[in-house]
């Protein structure tokens, strides 16, 4: 049996973003002491933190530096090496690394989710730009380049939209395999996120419908705006995954939903994810409460909705624009991360607005003038 951890324990956290620091400051709250490693002196996390180790995440010596003060430990980065943190001896850490090698990679996932036969865009792998023109012909246009290994980043992607652009996409083939994925005419973009504990219970938090530009994610709303038969199927995946998974944790998983309400499951999330930053106002527990539960054998309790919610991101250009809301928005939820955010795009806080009215809280977000309403999608 999984031995308890109790308040007063260390939690070290791999990684310092703002996300870590959500999940540090959720720890703290719980009367657990927090240590962070960070490749970041300045990070988010390391201002709340009781131990702080500074140095490369992948590094199988600061990993144990942290380690040896810490009764459980948790990664909050994505791209962290799996082979380096099977390297570490005598550590506990609960969440393993089973879906850290299938979440980054590409192909891995999709072989993943074919294997559960559920729904993905149409894909081919690519290793030459002779592969891009026998792919095409049965993916159609358009497609997404991407490559196979996630960490490369968007600036590695290309979109196809016809023969014309195949040419051009070879300058893209430079980092070993690619997945060419067809485009998904998509309606909206859902979220769950999901708790697992050691004895393989399952807690499912509310389905969001999430807004991205340029990939980043600029807004959320629960609960999602979708009918109840595409509610429960996601509700169906989420539980086929979550058995299917060899993890202790909270994760998610996102979809596509197309205009005829048919699913696509887009990938999986290994962590607390930023869309379910709007939980820590909408239901009676906070996804960082419900991860620090399964890593220390706590009981995961049943969750419930308190309110509808809209959280919007503030990225870095606009922090400064956001403070006359917070002298006239007292019942709006603010959280400003004080980060080392370099981008003026880049994610700097949140606001989170529990409503009675979703469509009239989105237009009072944009009434703002702050936030420009978000492109149609799909």
Not at 53 to 67: I, R
Not at 335 to 362: C, K, M, P, S
Request: glycine share 6%.
């Amino acid at each position: 049996m999984t031995a308890v951890i109790y308040p007063d324990s260390m939690i070290g956290i791999i990684g310092g973003d703002a996300n870590s620091k959500l999940l540090a400051l959720a720890a703290k709250r719980l009367g657990f002491r927090v240590g962070i490693l960070t490749d970041t002196l300045d990070s988010p996390a390391a201002g709340v933190a009781d131990v702080t180790e500074m140095g490369a995440l992948n590094s199988v010596t600061n990993l144990q530096k942290l380690a040896q003060f810490c009764d459980a430990m948790t990664y909050q980065y994505e791209n962290i090496d799996t082979s380096v943190l099977d390297q570490l001896n005598a550590v506990n850490l609960p969440q393993g690394t089973d879906i850290l090698a299938i979440t980054q990679d590409r192909q891995l996932e999709k072989v993943f989710f074919e294997s559960h036969n559920l729904n993905i865009a149409p894909y081919a792998t690519i290793v030459d730009i002779n592969d891009v023109y026998d792919a095409v012909a049965s993916i159609g246009y358009p497609c997404v380049l991407k490559p196979i290994q996630k960490g490369y980043g968007k600036q590695f992607q290309h979109i196809i939209y016809g023969e014309a652009d195949i040419a051009g996409s070879e300058k893209y083939l430079t980092s070993g395999t690619y997945i060419l994925e067809s485009w998904v005419p998509y309606e909206s973009e859902l979220t769950i996120m999901v708790a697992k504990d050691a004895d393989k219970n399952l807690a499912y938090m509310p389905v969001v419908e999430n807004v991205f530009v340029d990939q980043e994610l600029f807004e959320t709303i629960v609960p999602a705006r979708i009918k109840p038969a595409v509610m429960a199927e996601v509700q169906r995946i989420a539980e086929l995954v979550g058995n299917a998974l060899d993890y202790v944790g909270v994760f998610g998983i996102e979809f596509f939903l197309t205009a005829s309400d048919t699913l696509y499951v887009k990938r999986l999330v290994p962590g607390p994810h930023t869309s379910g930053n709007i939980f820590n106002e909408a239901t009676n527990v906070s996804q960082y409460e419900l991860h620090l539960r399964t890593l220390c054998h706590w009981p995961l309790p049943k969750i419930k909705l308190i309110s509808p919610a809209v959280s919007v991101t503030i990225p870095k250009r606009l922090i400064t624009d956001t403070f006359t809301q917070v002298l006239i928005k007292p019942d709006w939820h603010f959280y400003y991360y004080l980060d080392n955010a370099q981008n003026d795009n880049d994610r700097a806080g949140h606001v989170t607005i529990l409503t009675t009215d979703t469509r009239r809280t989105l237009e009072q977000i944009y009434d703002t003038e702050i936030w420009n309403q978000p492109p149609k999608k799909g």
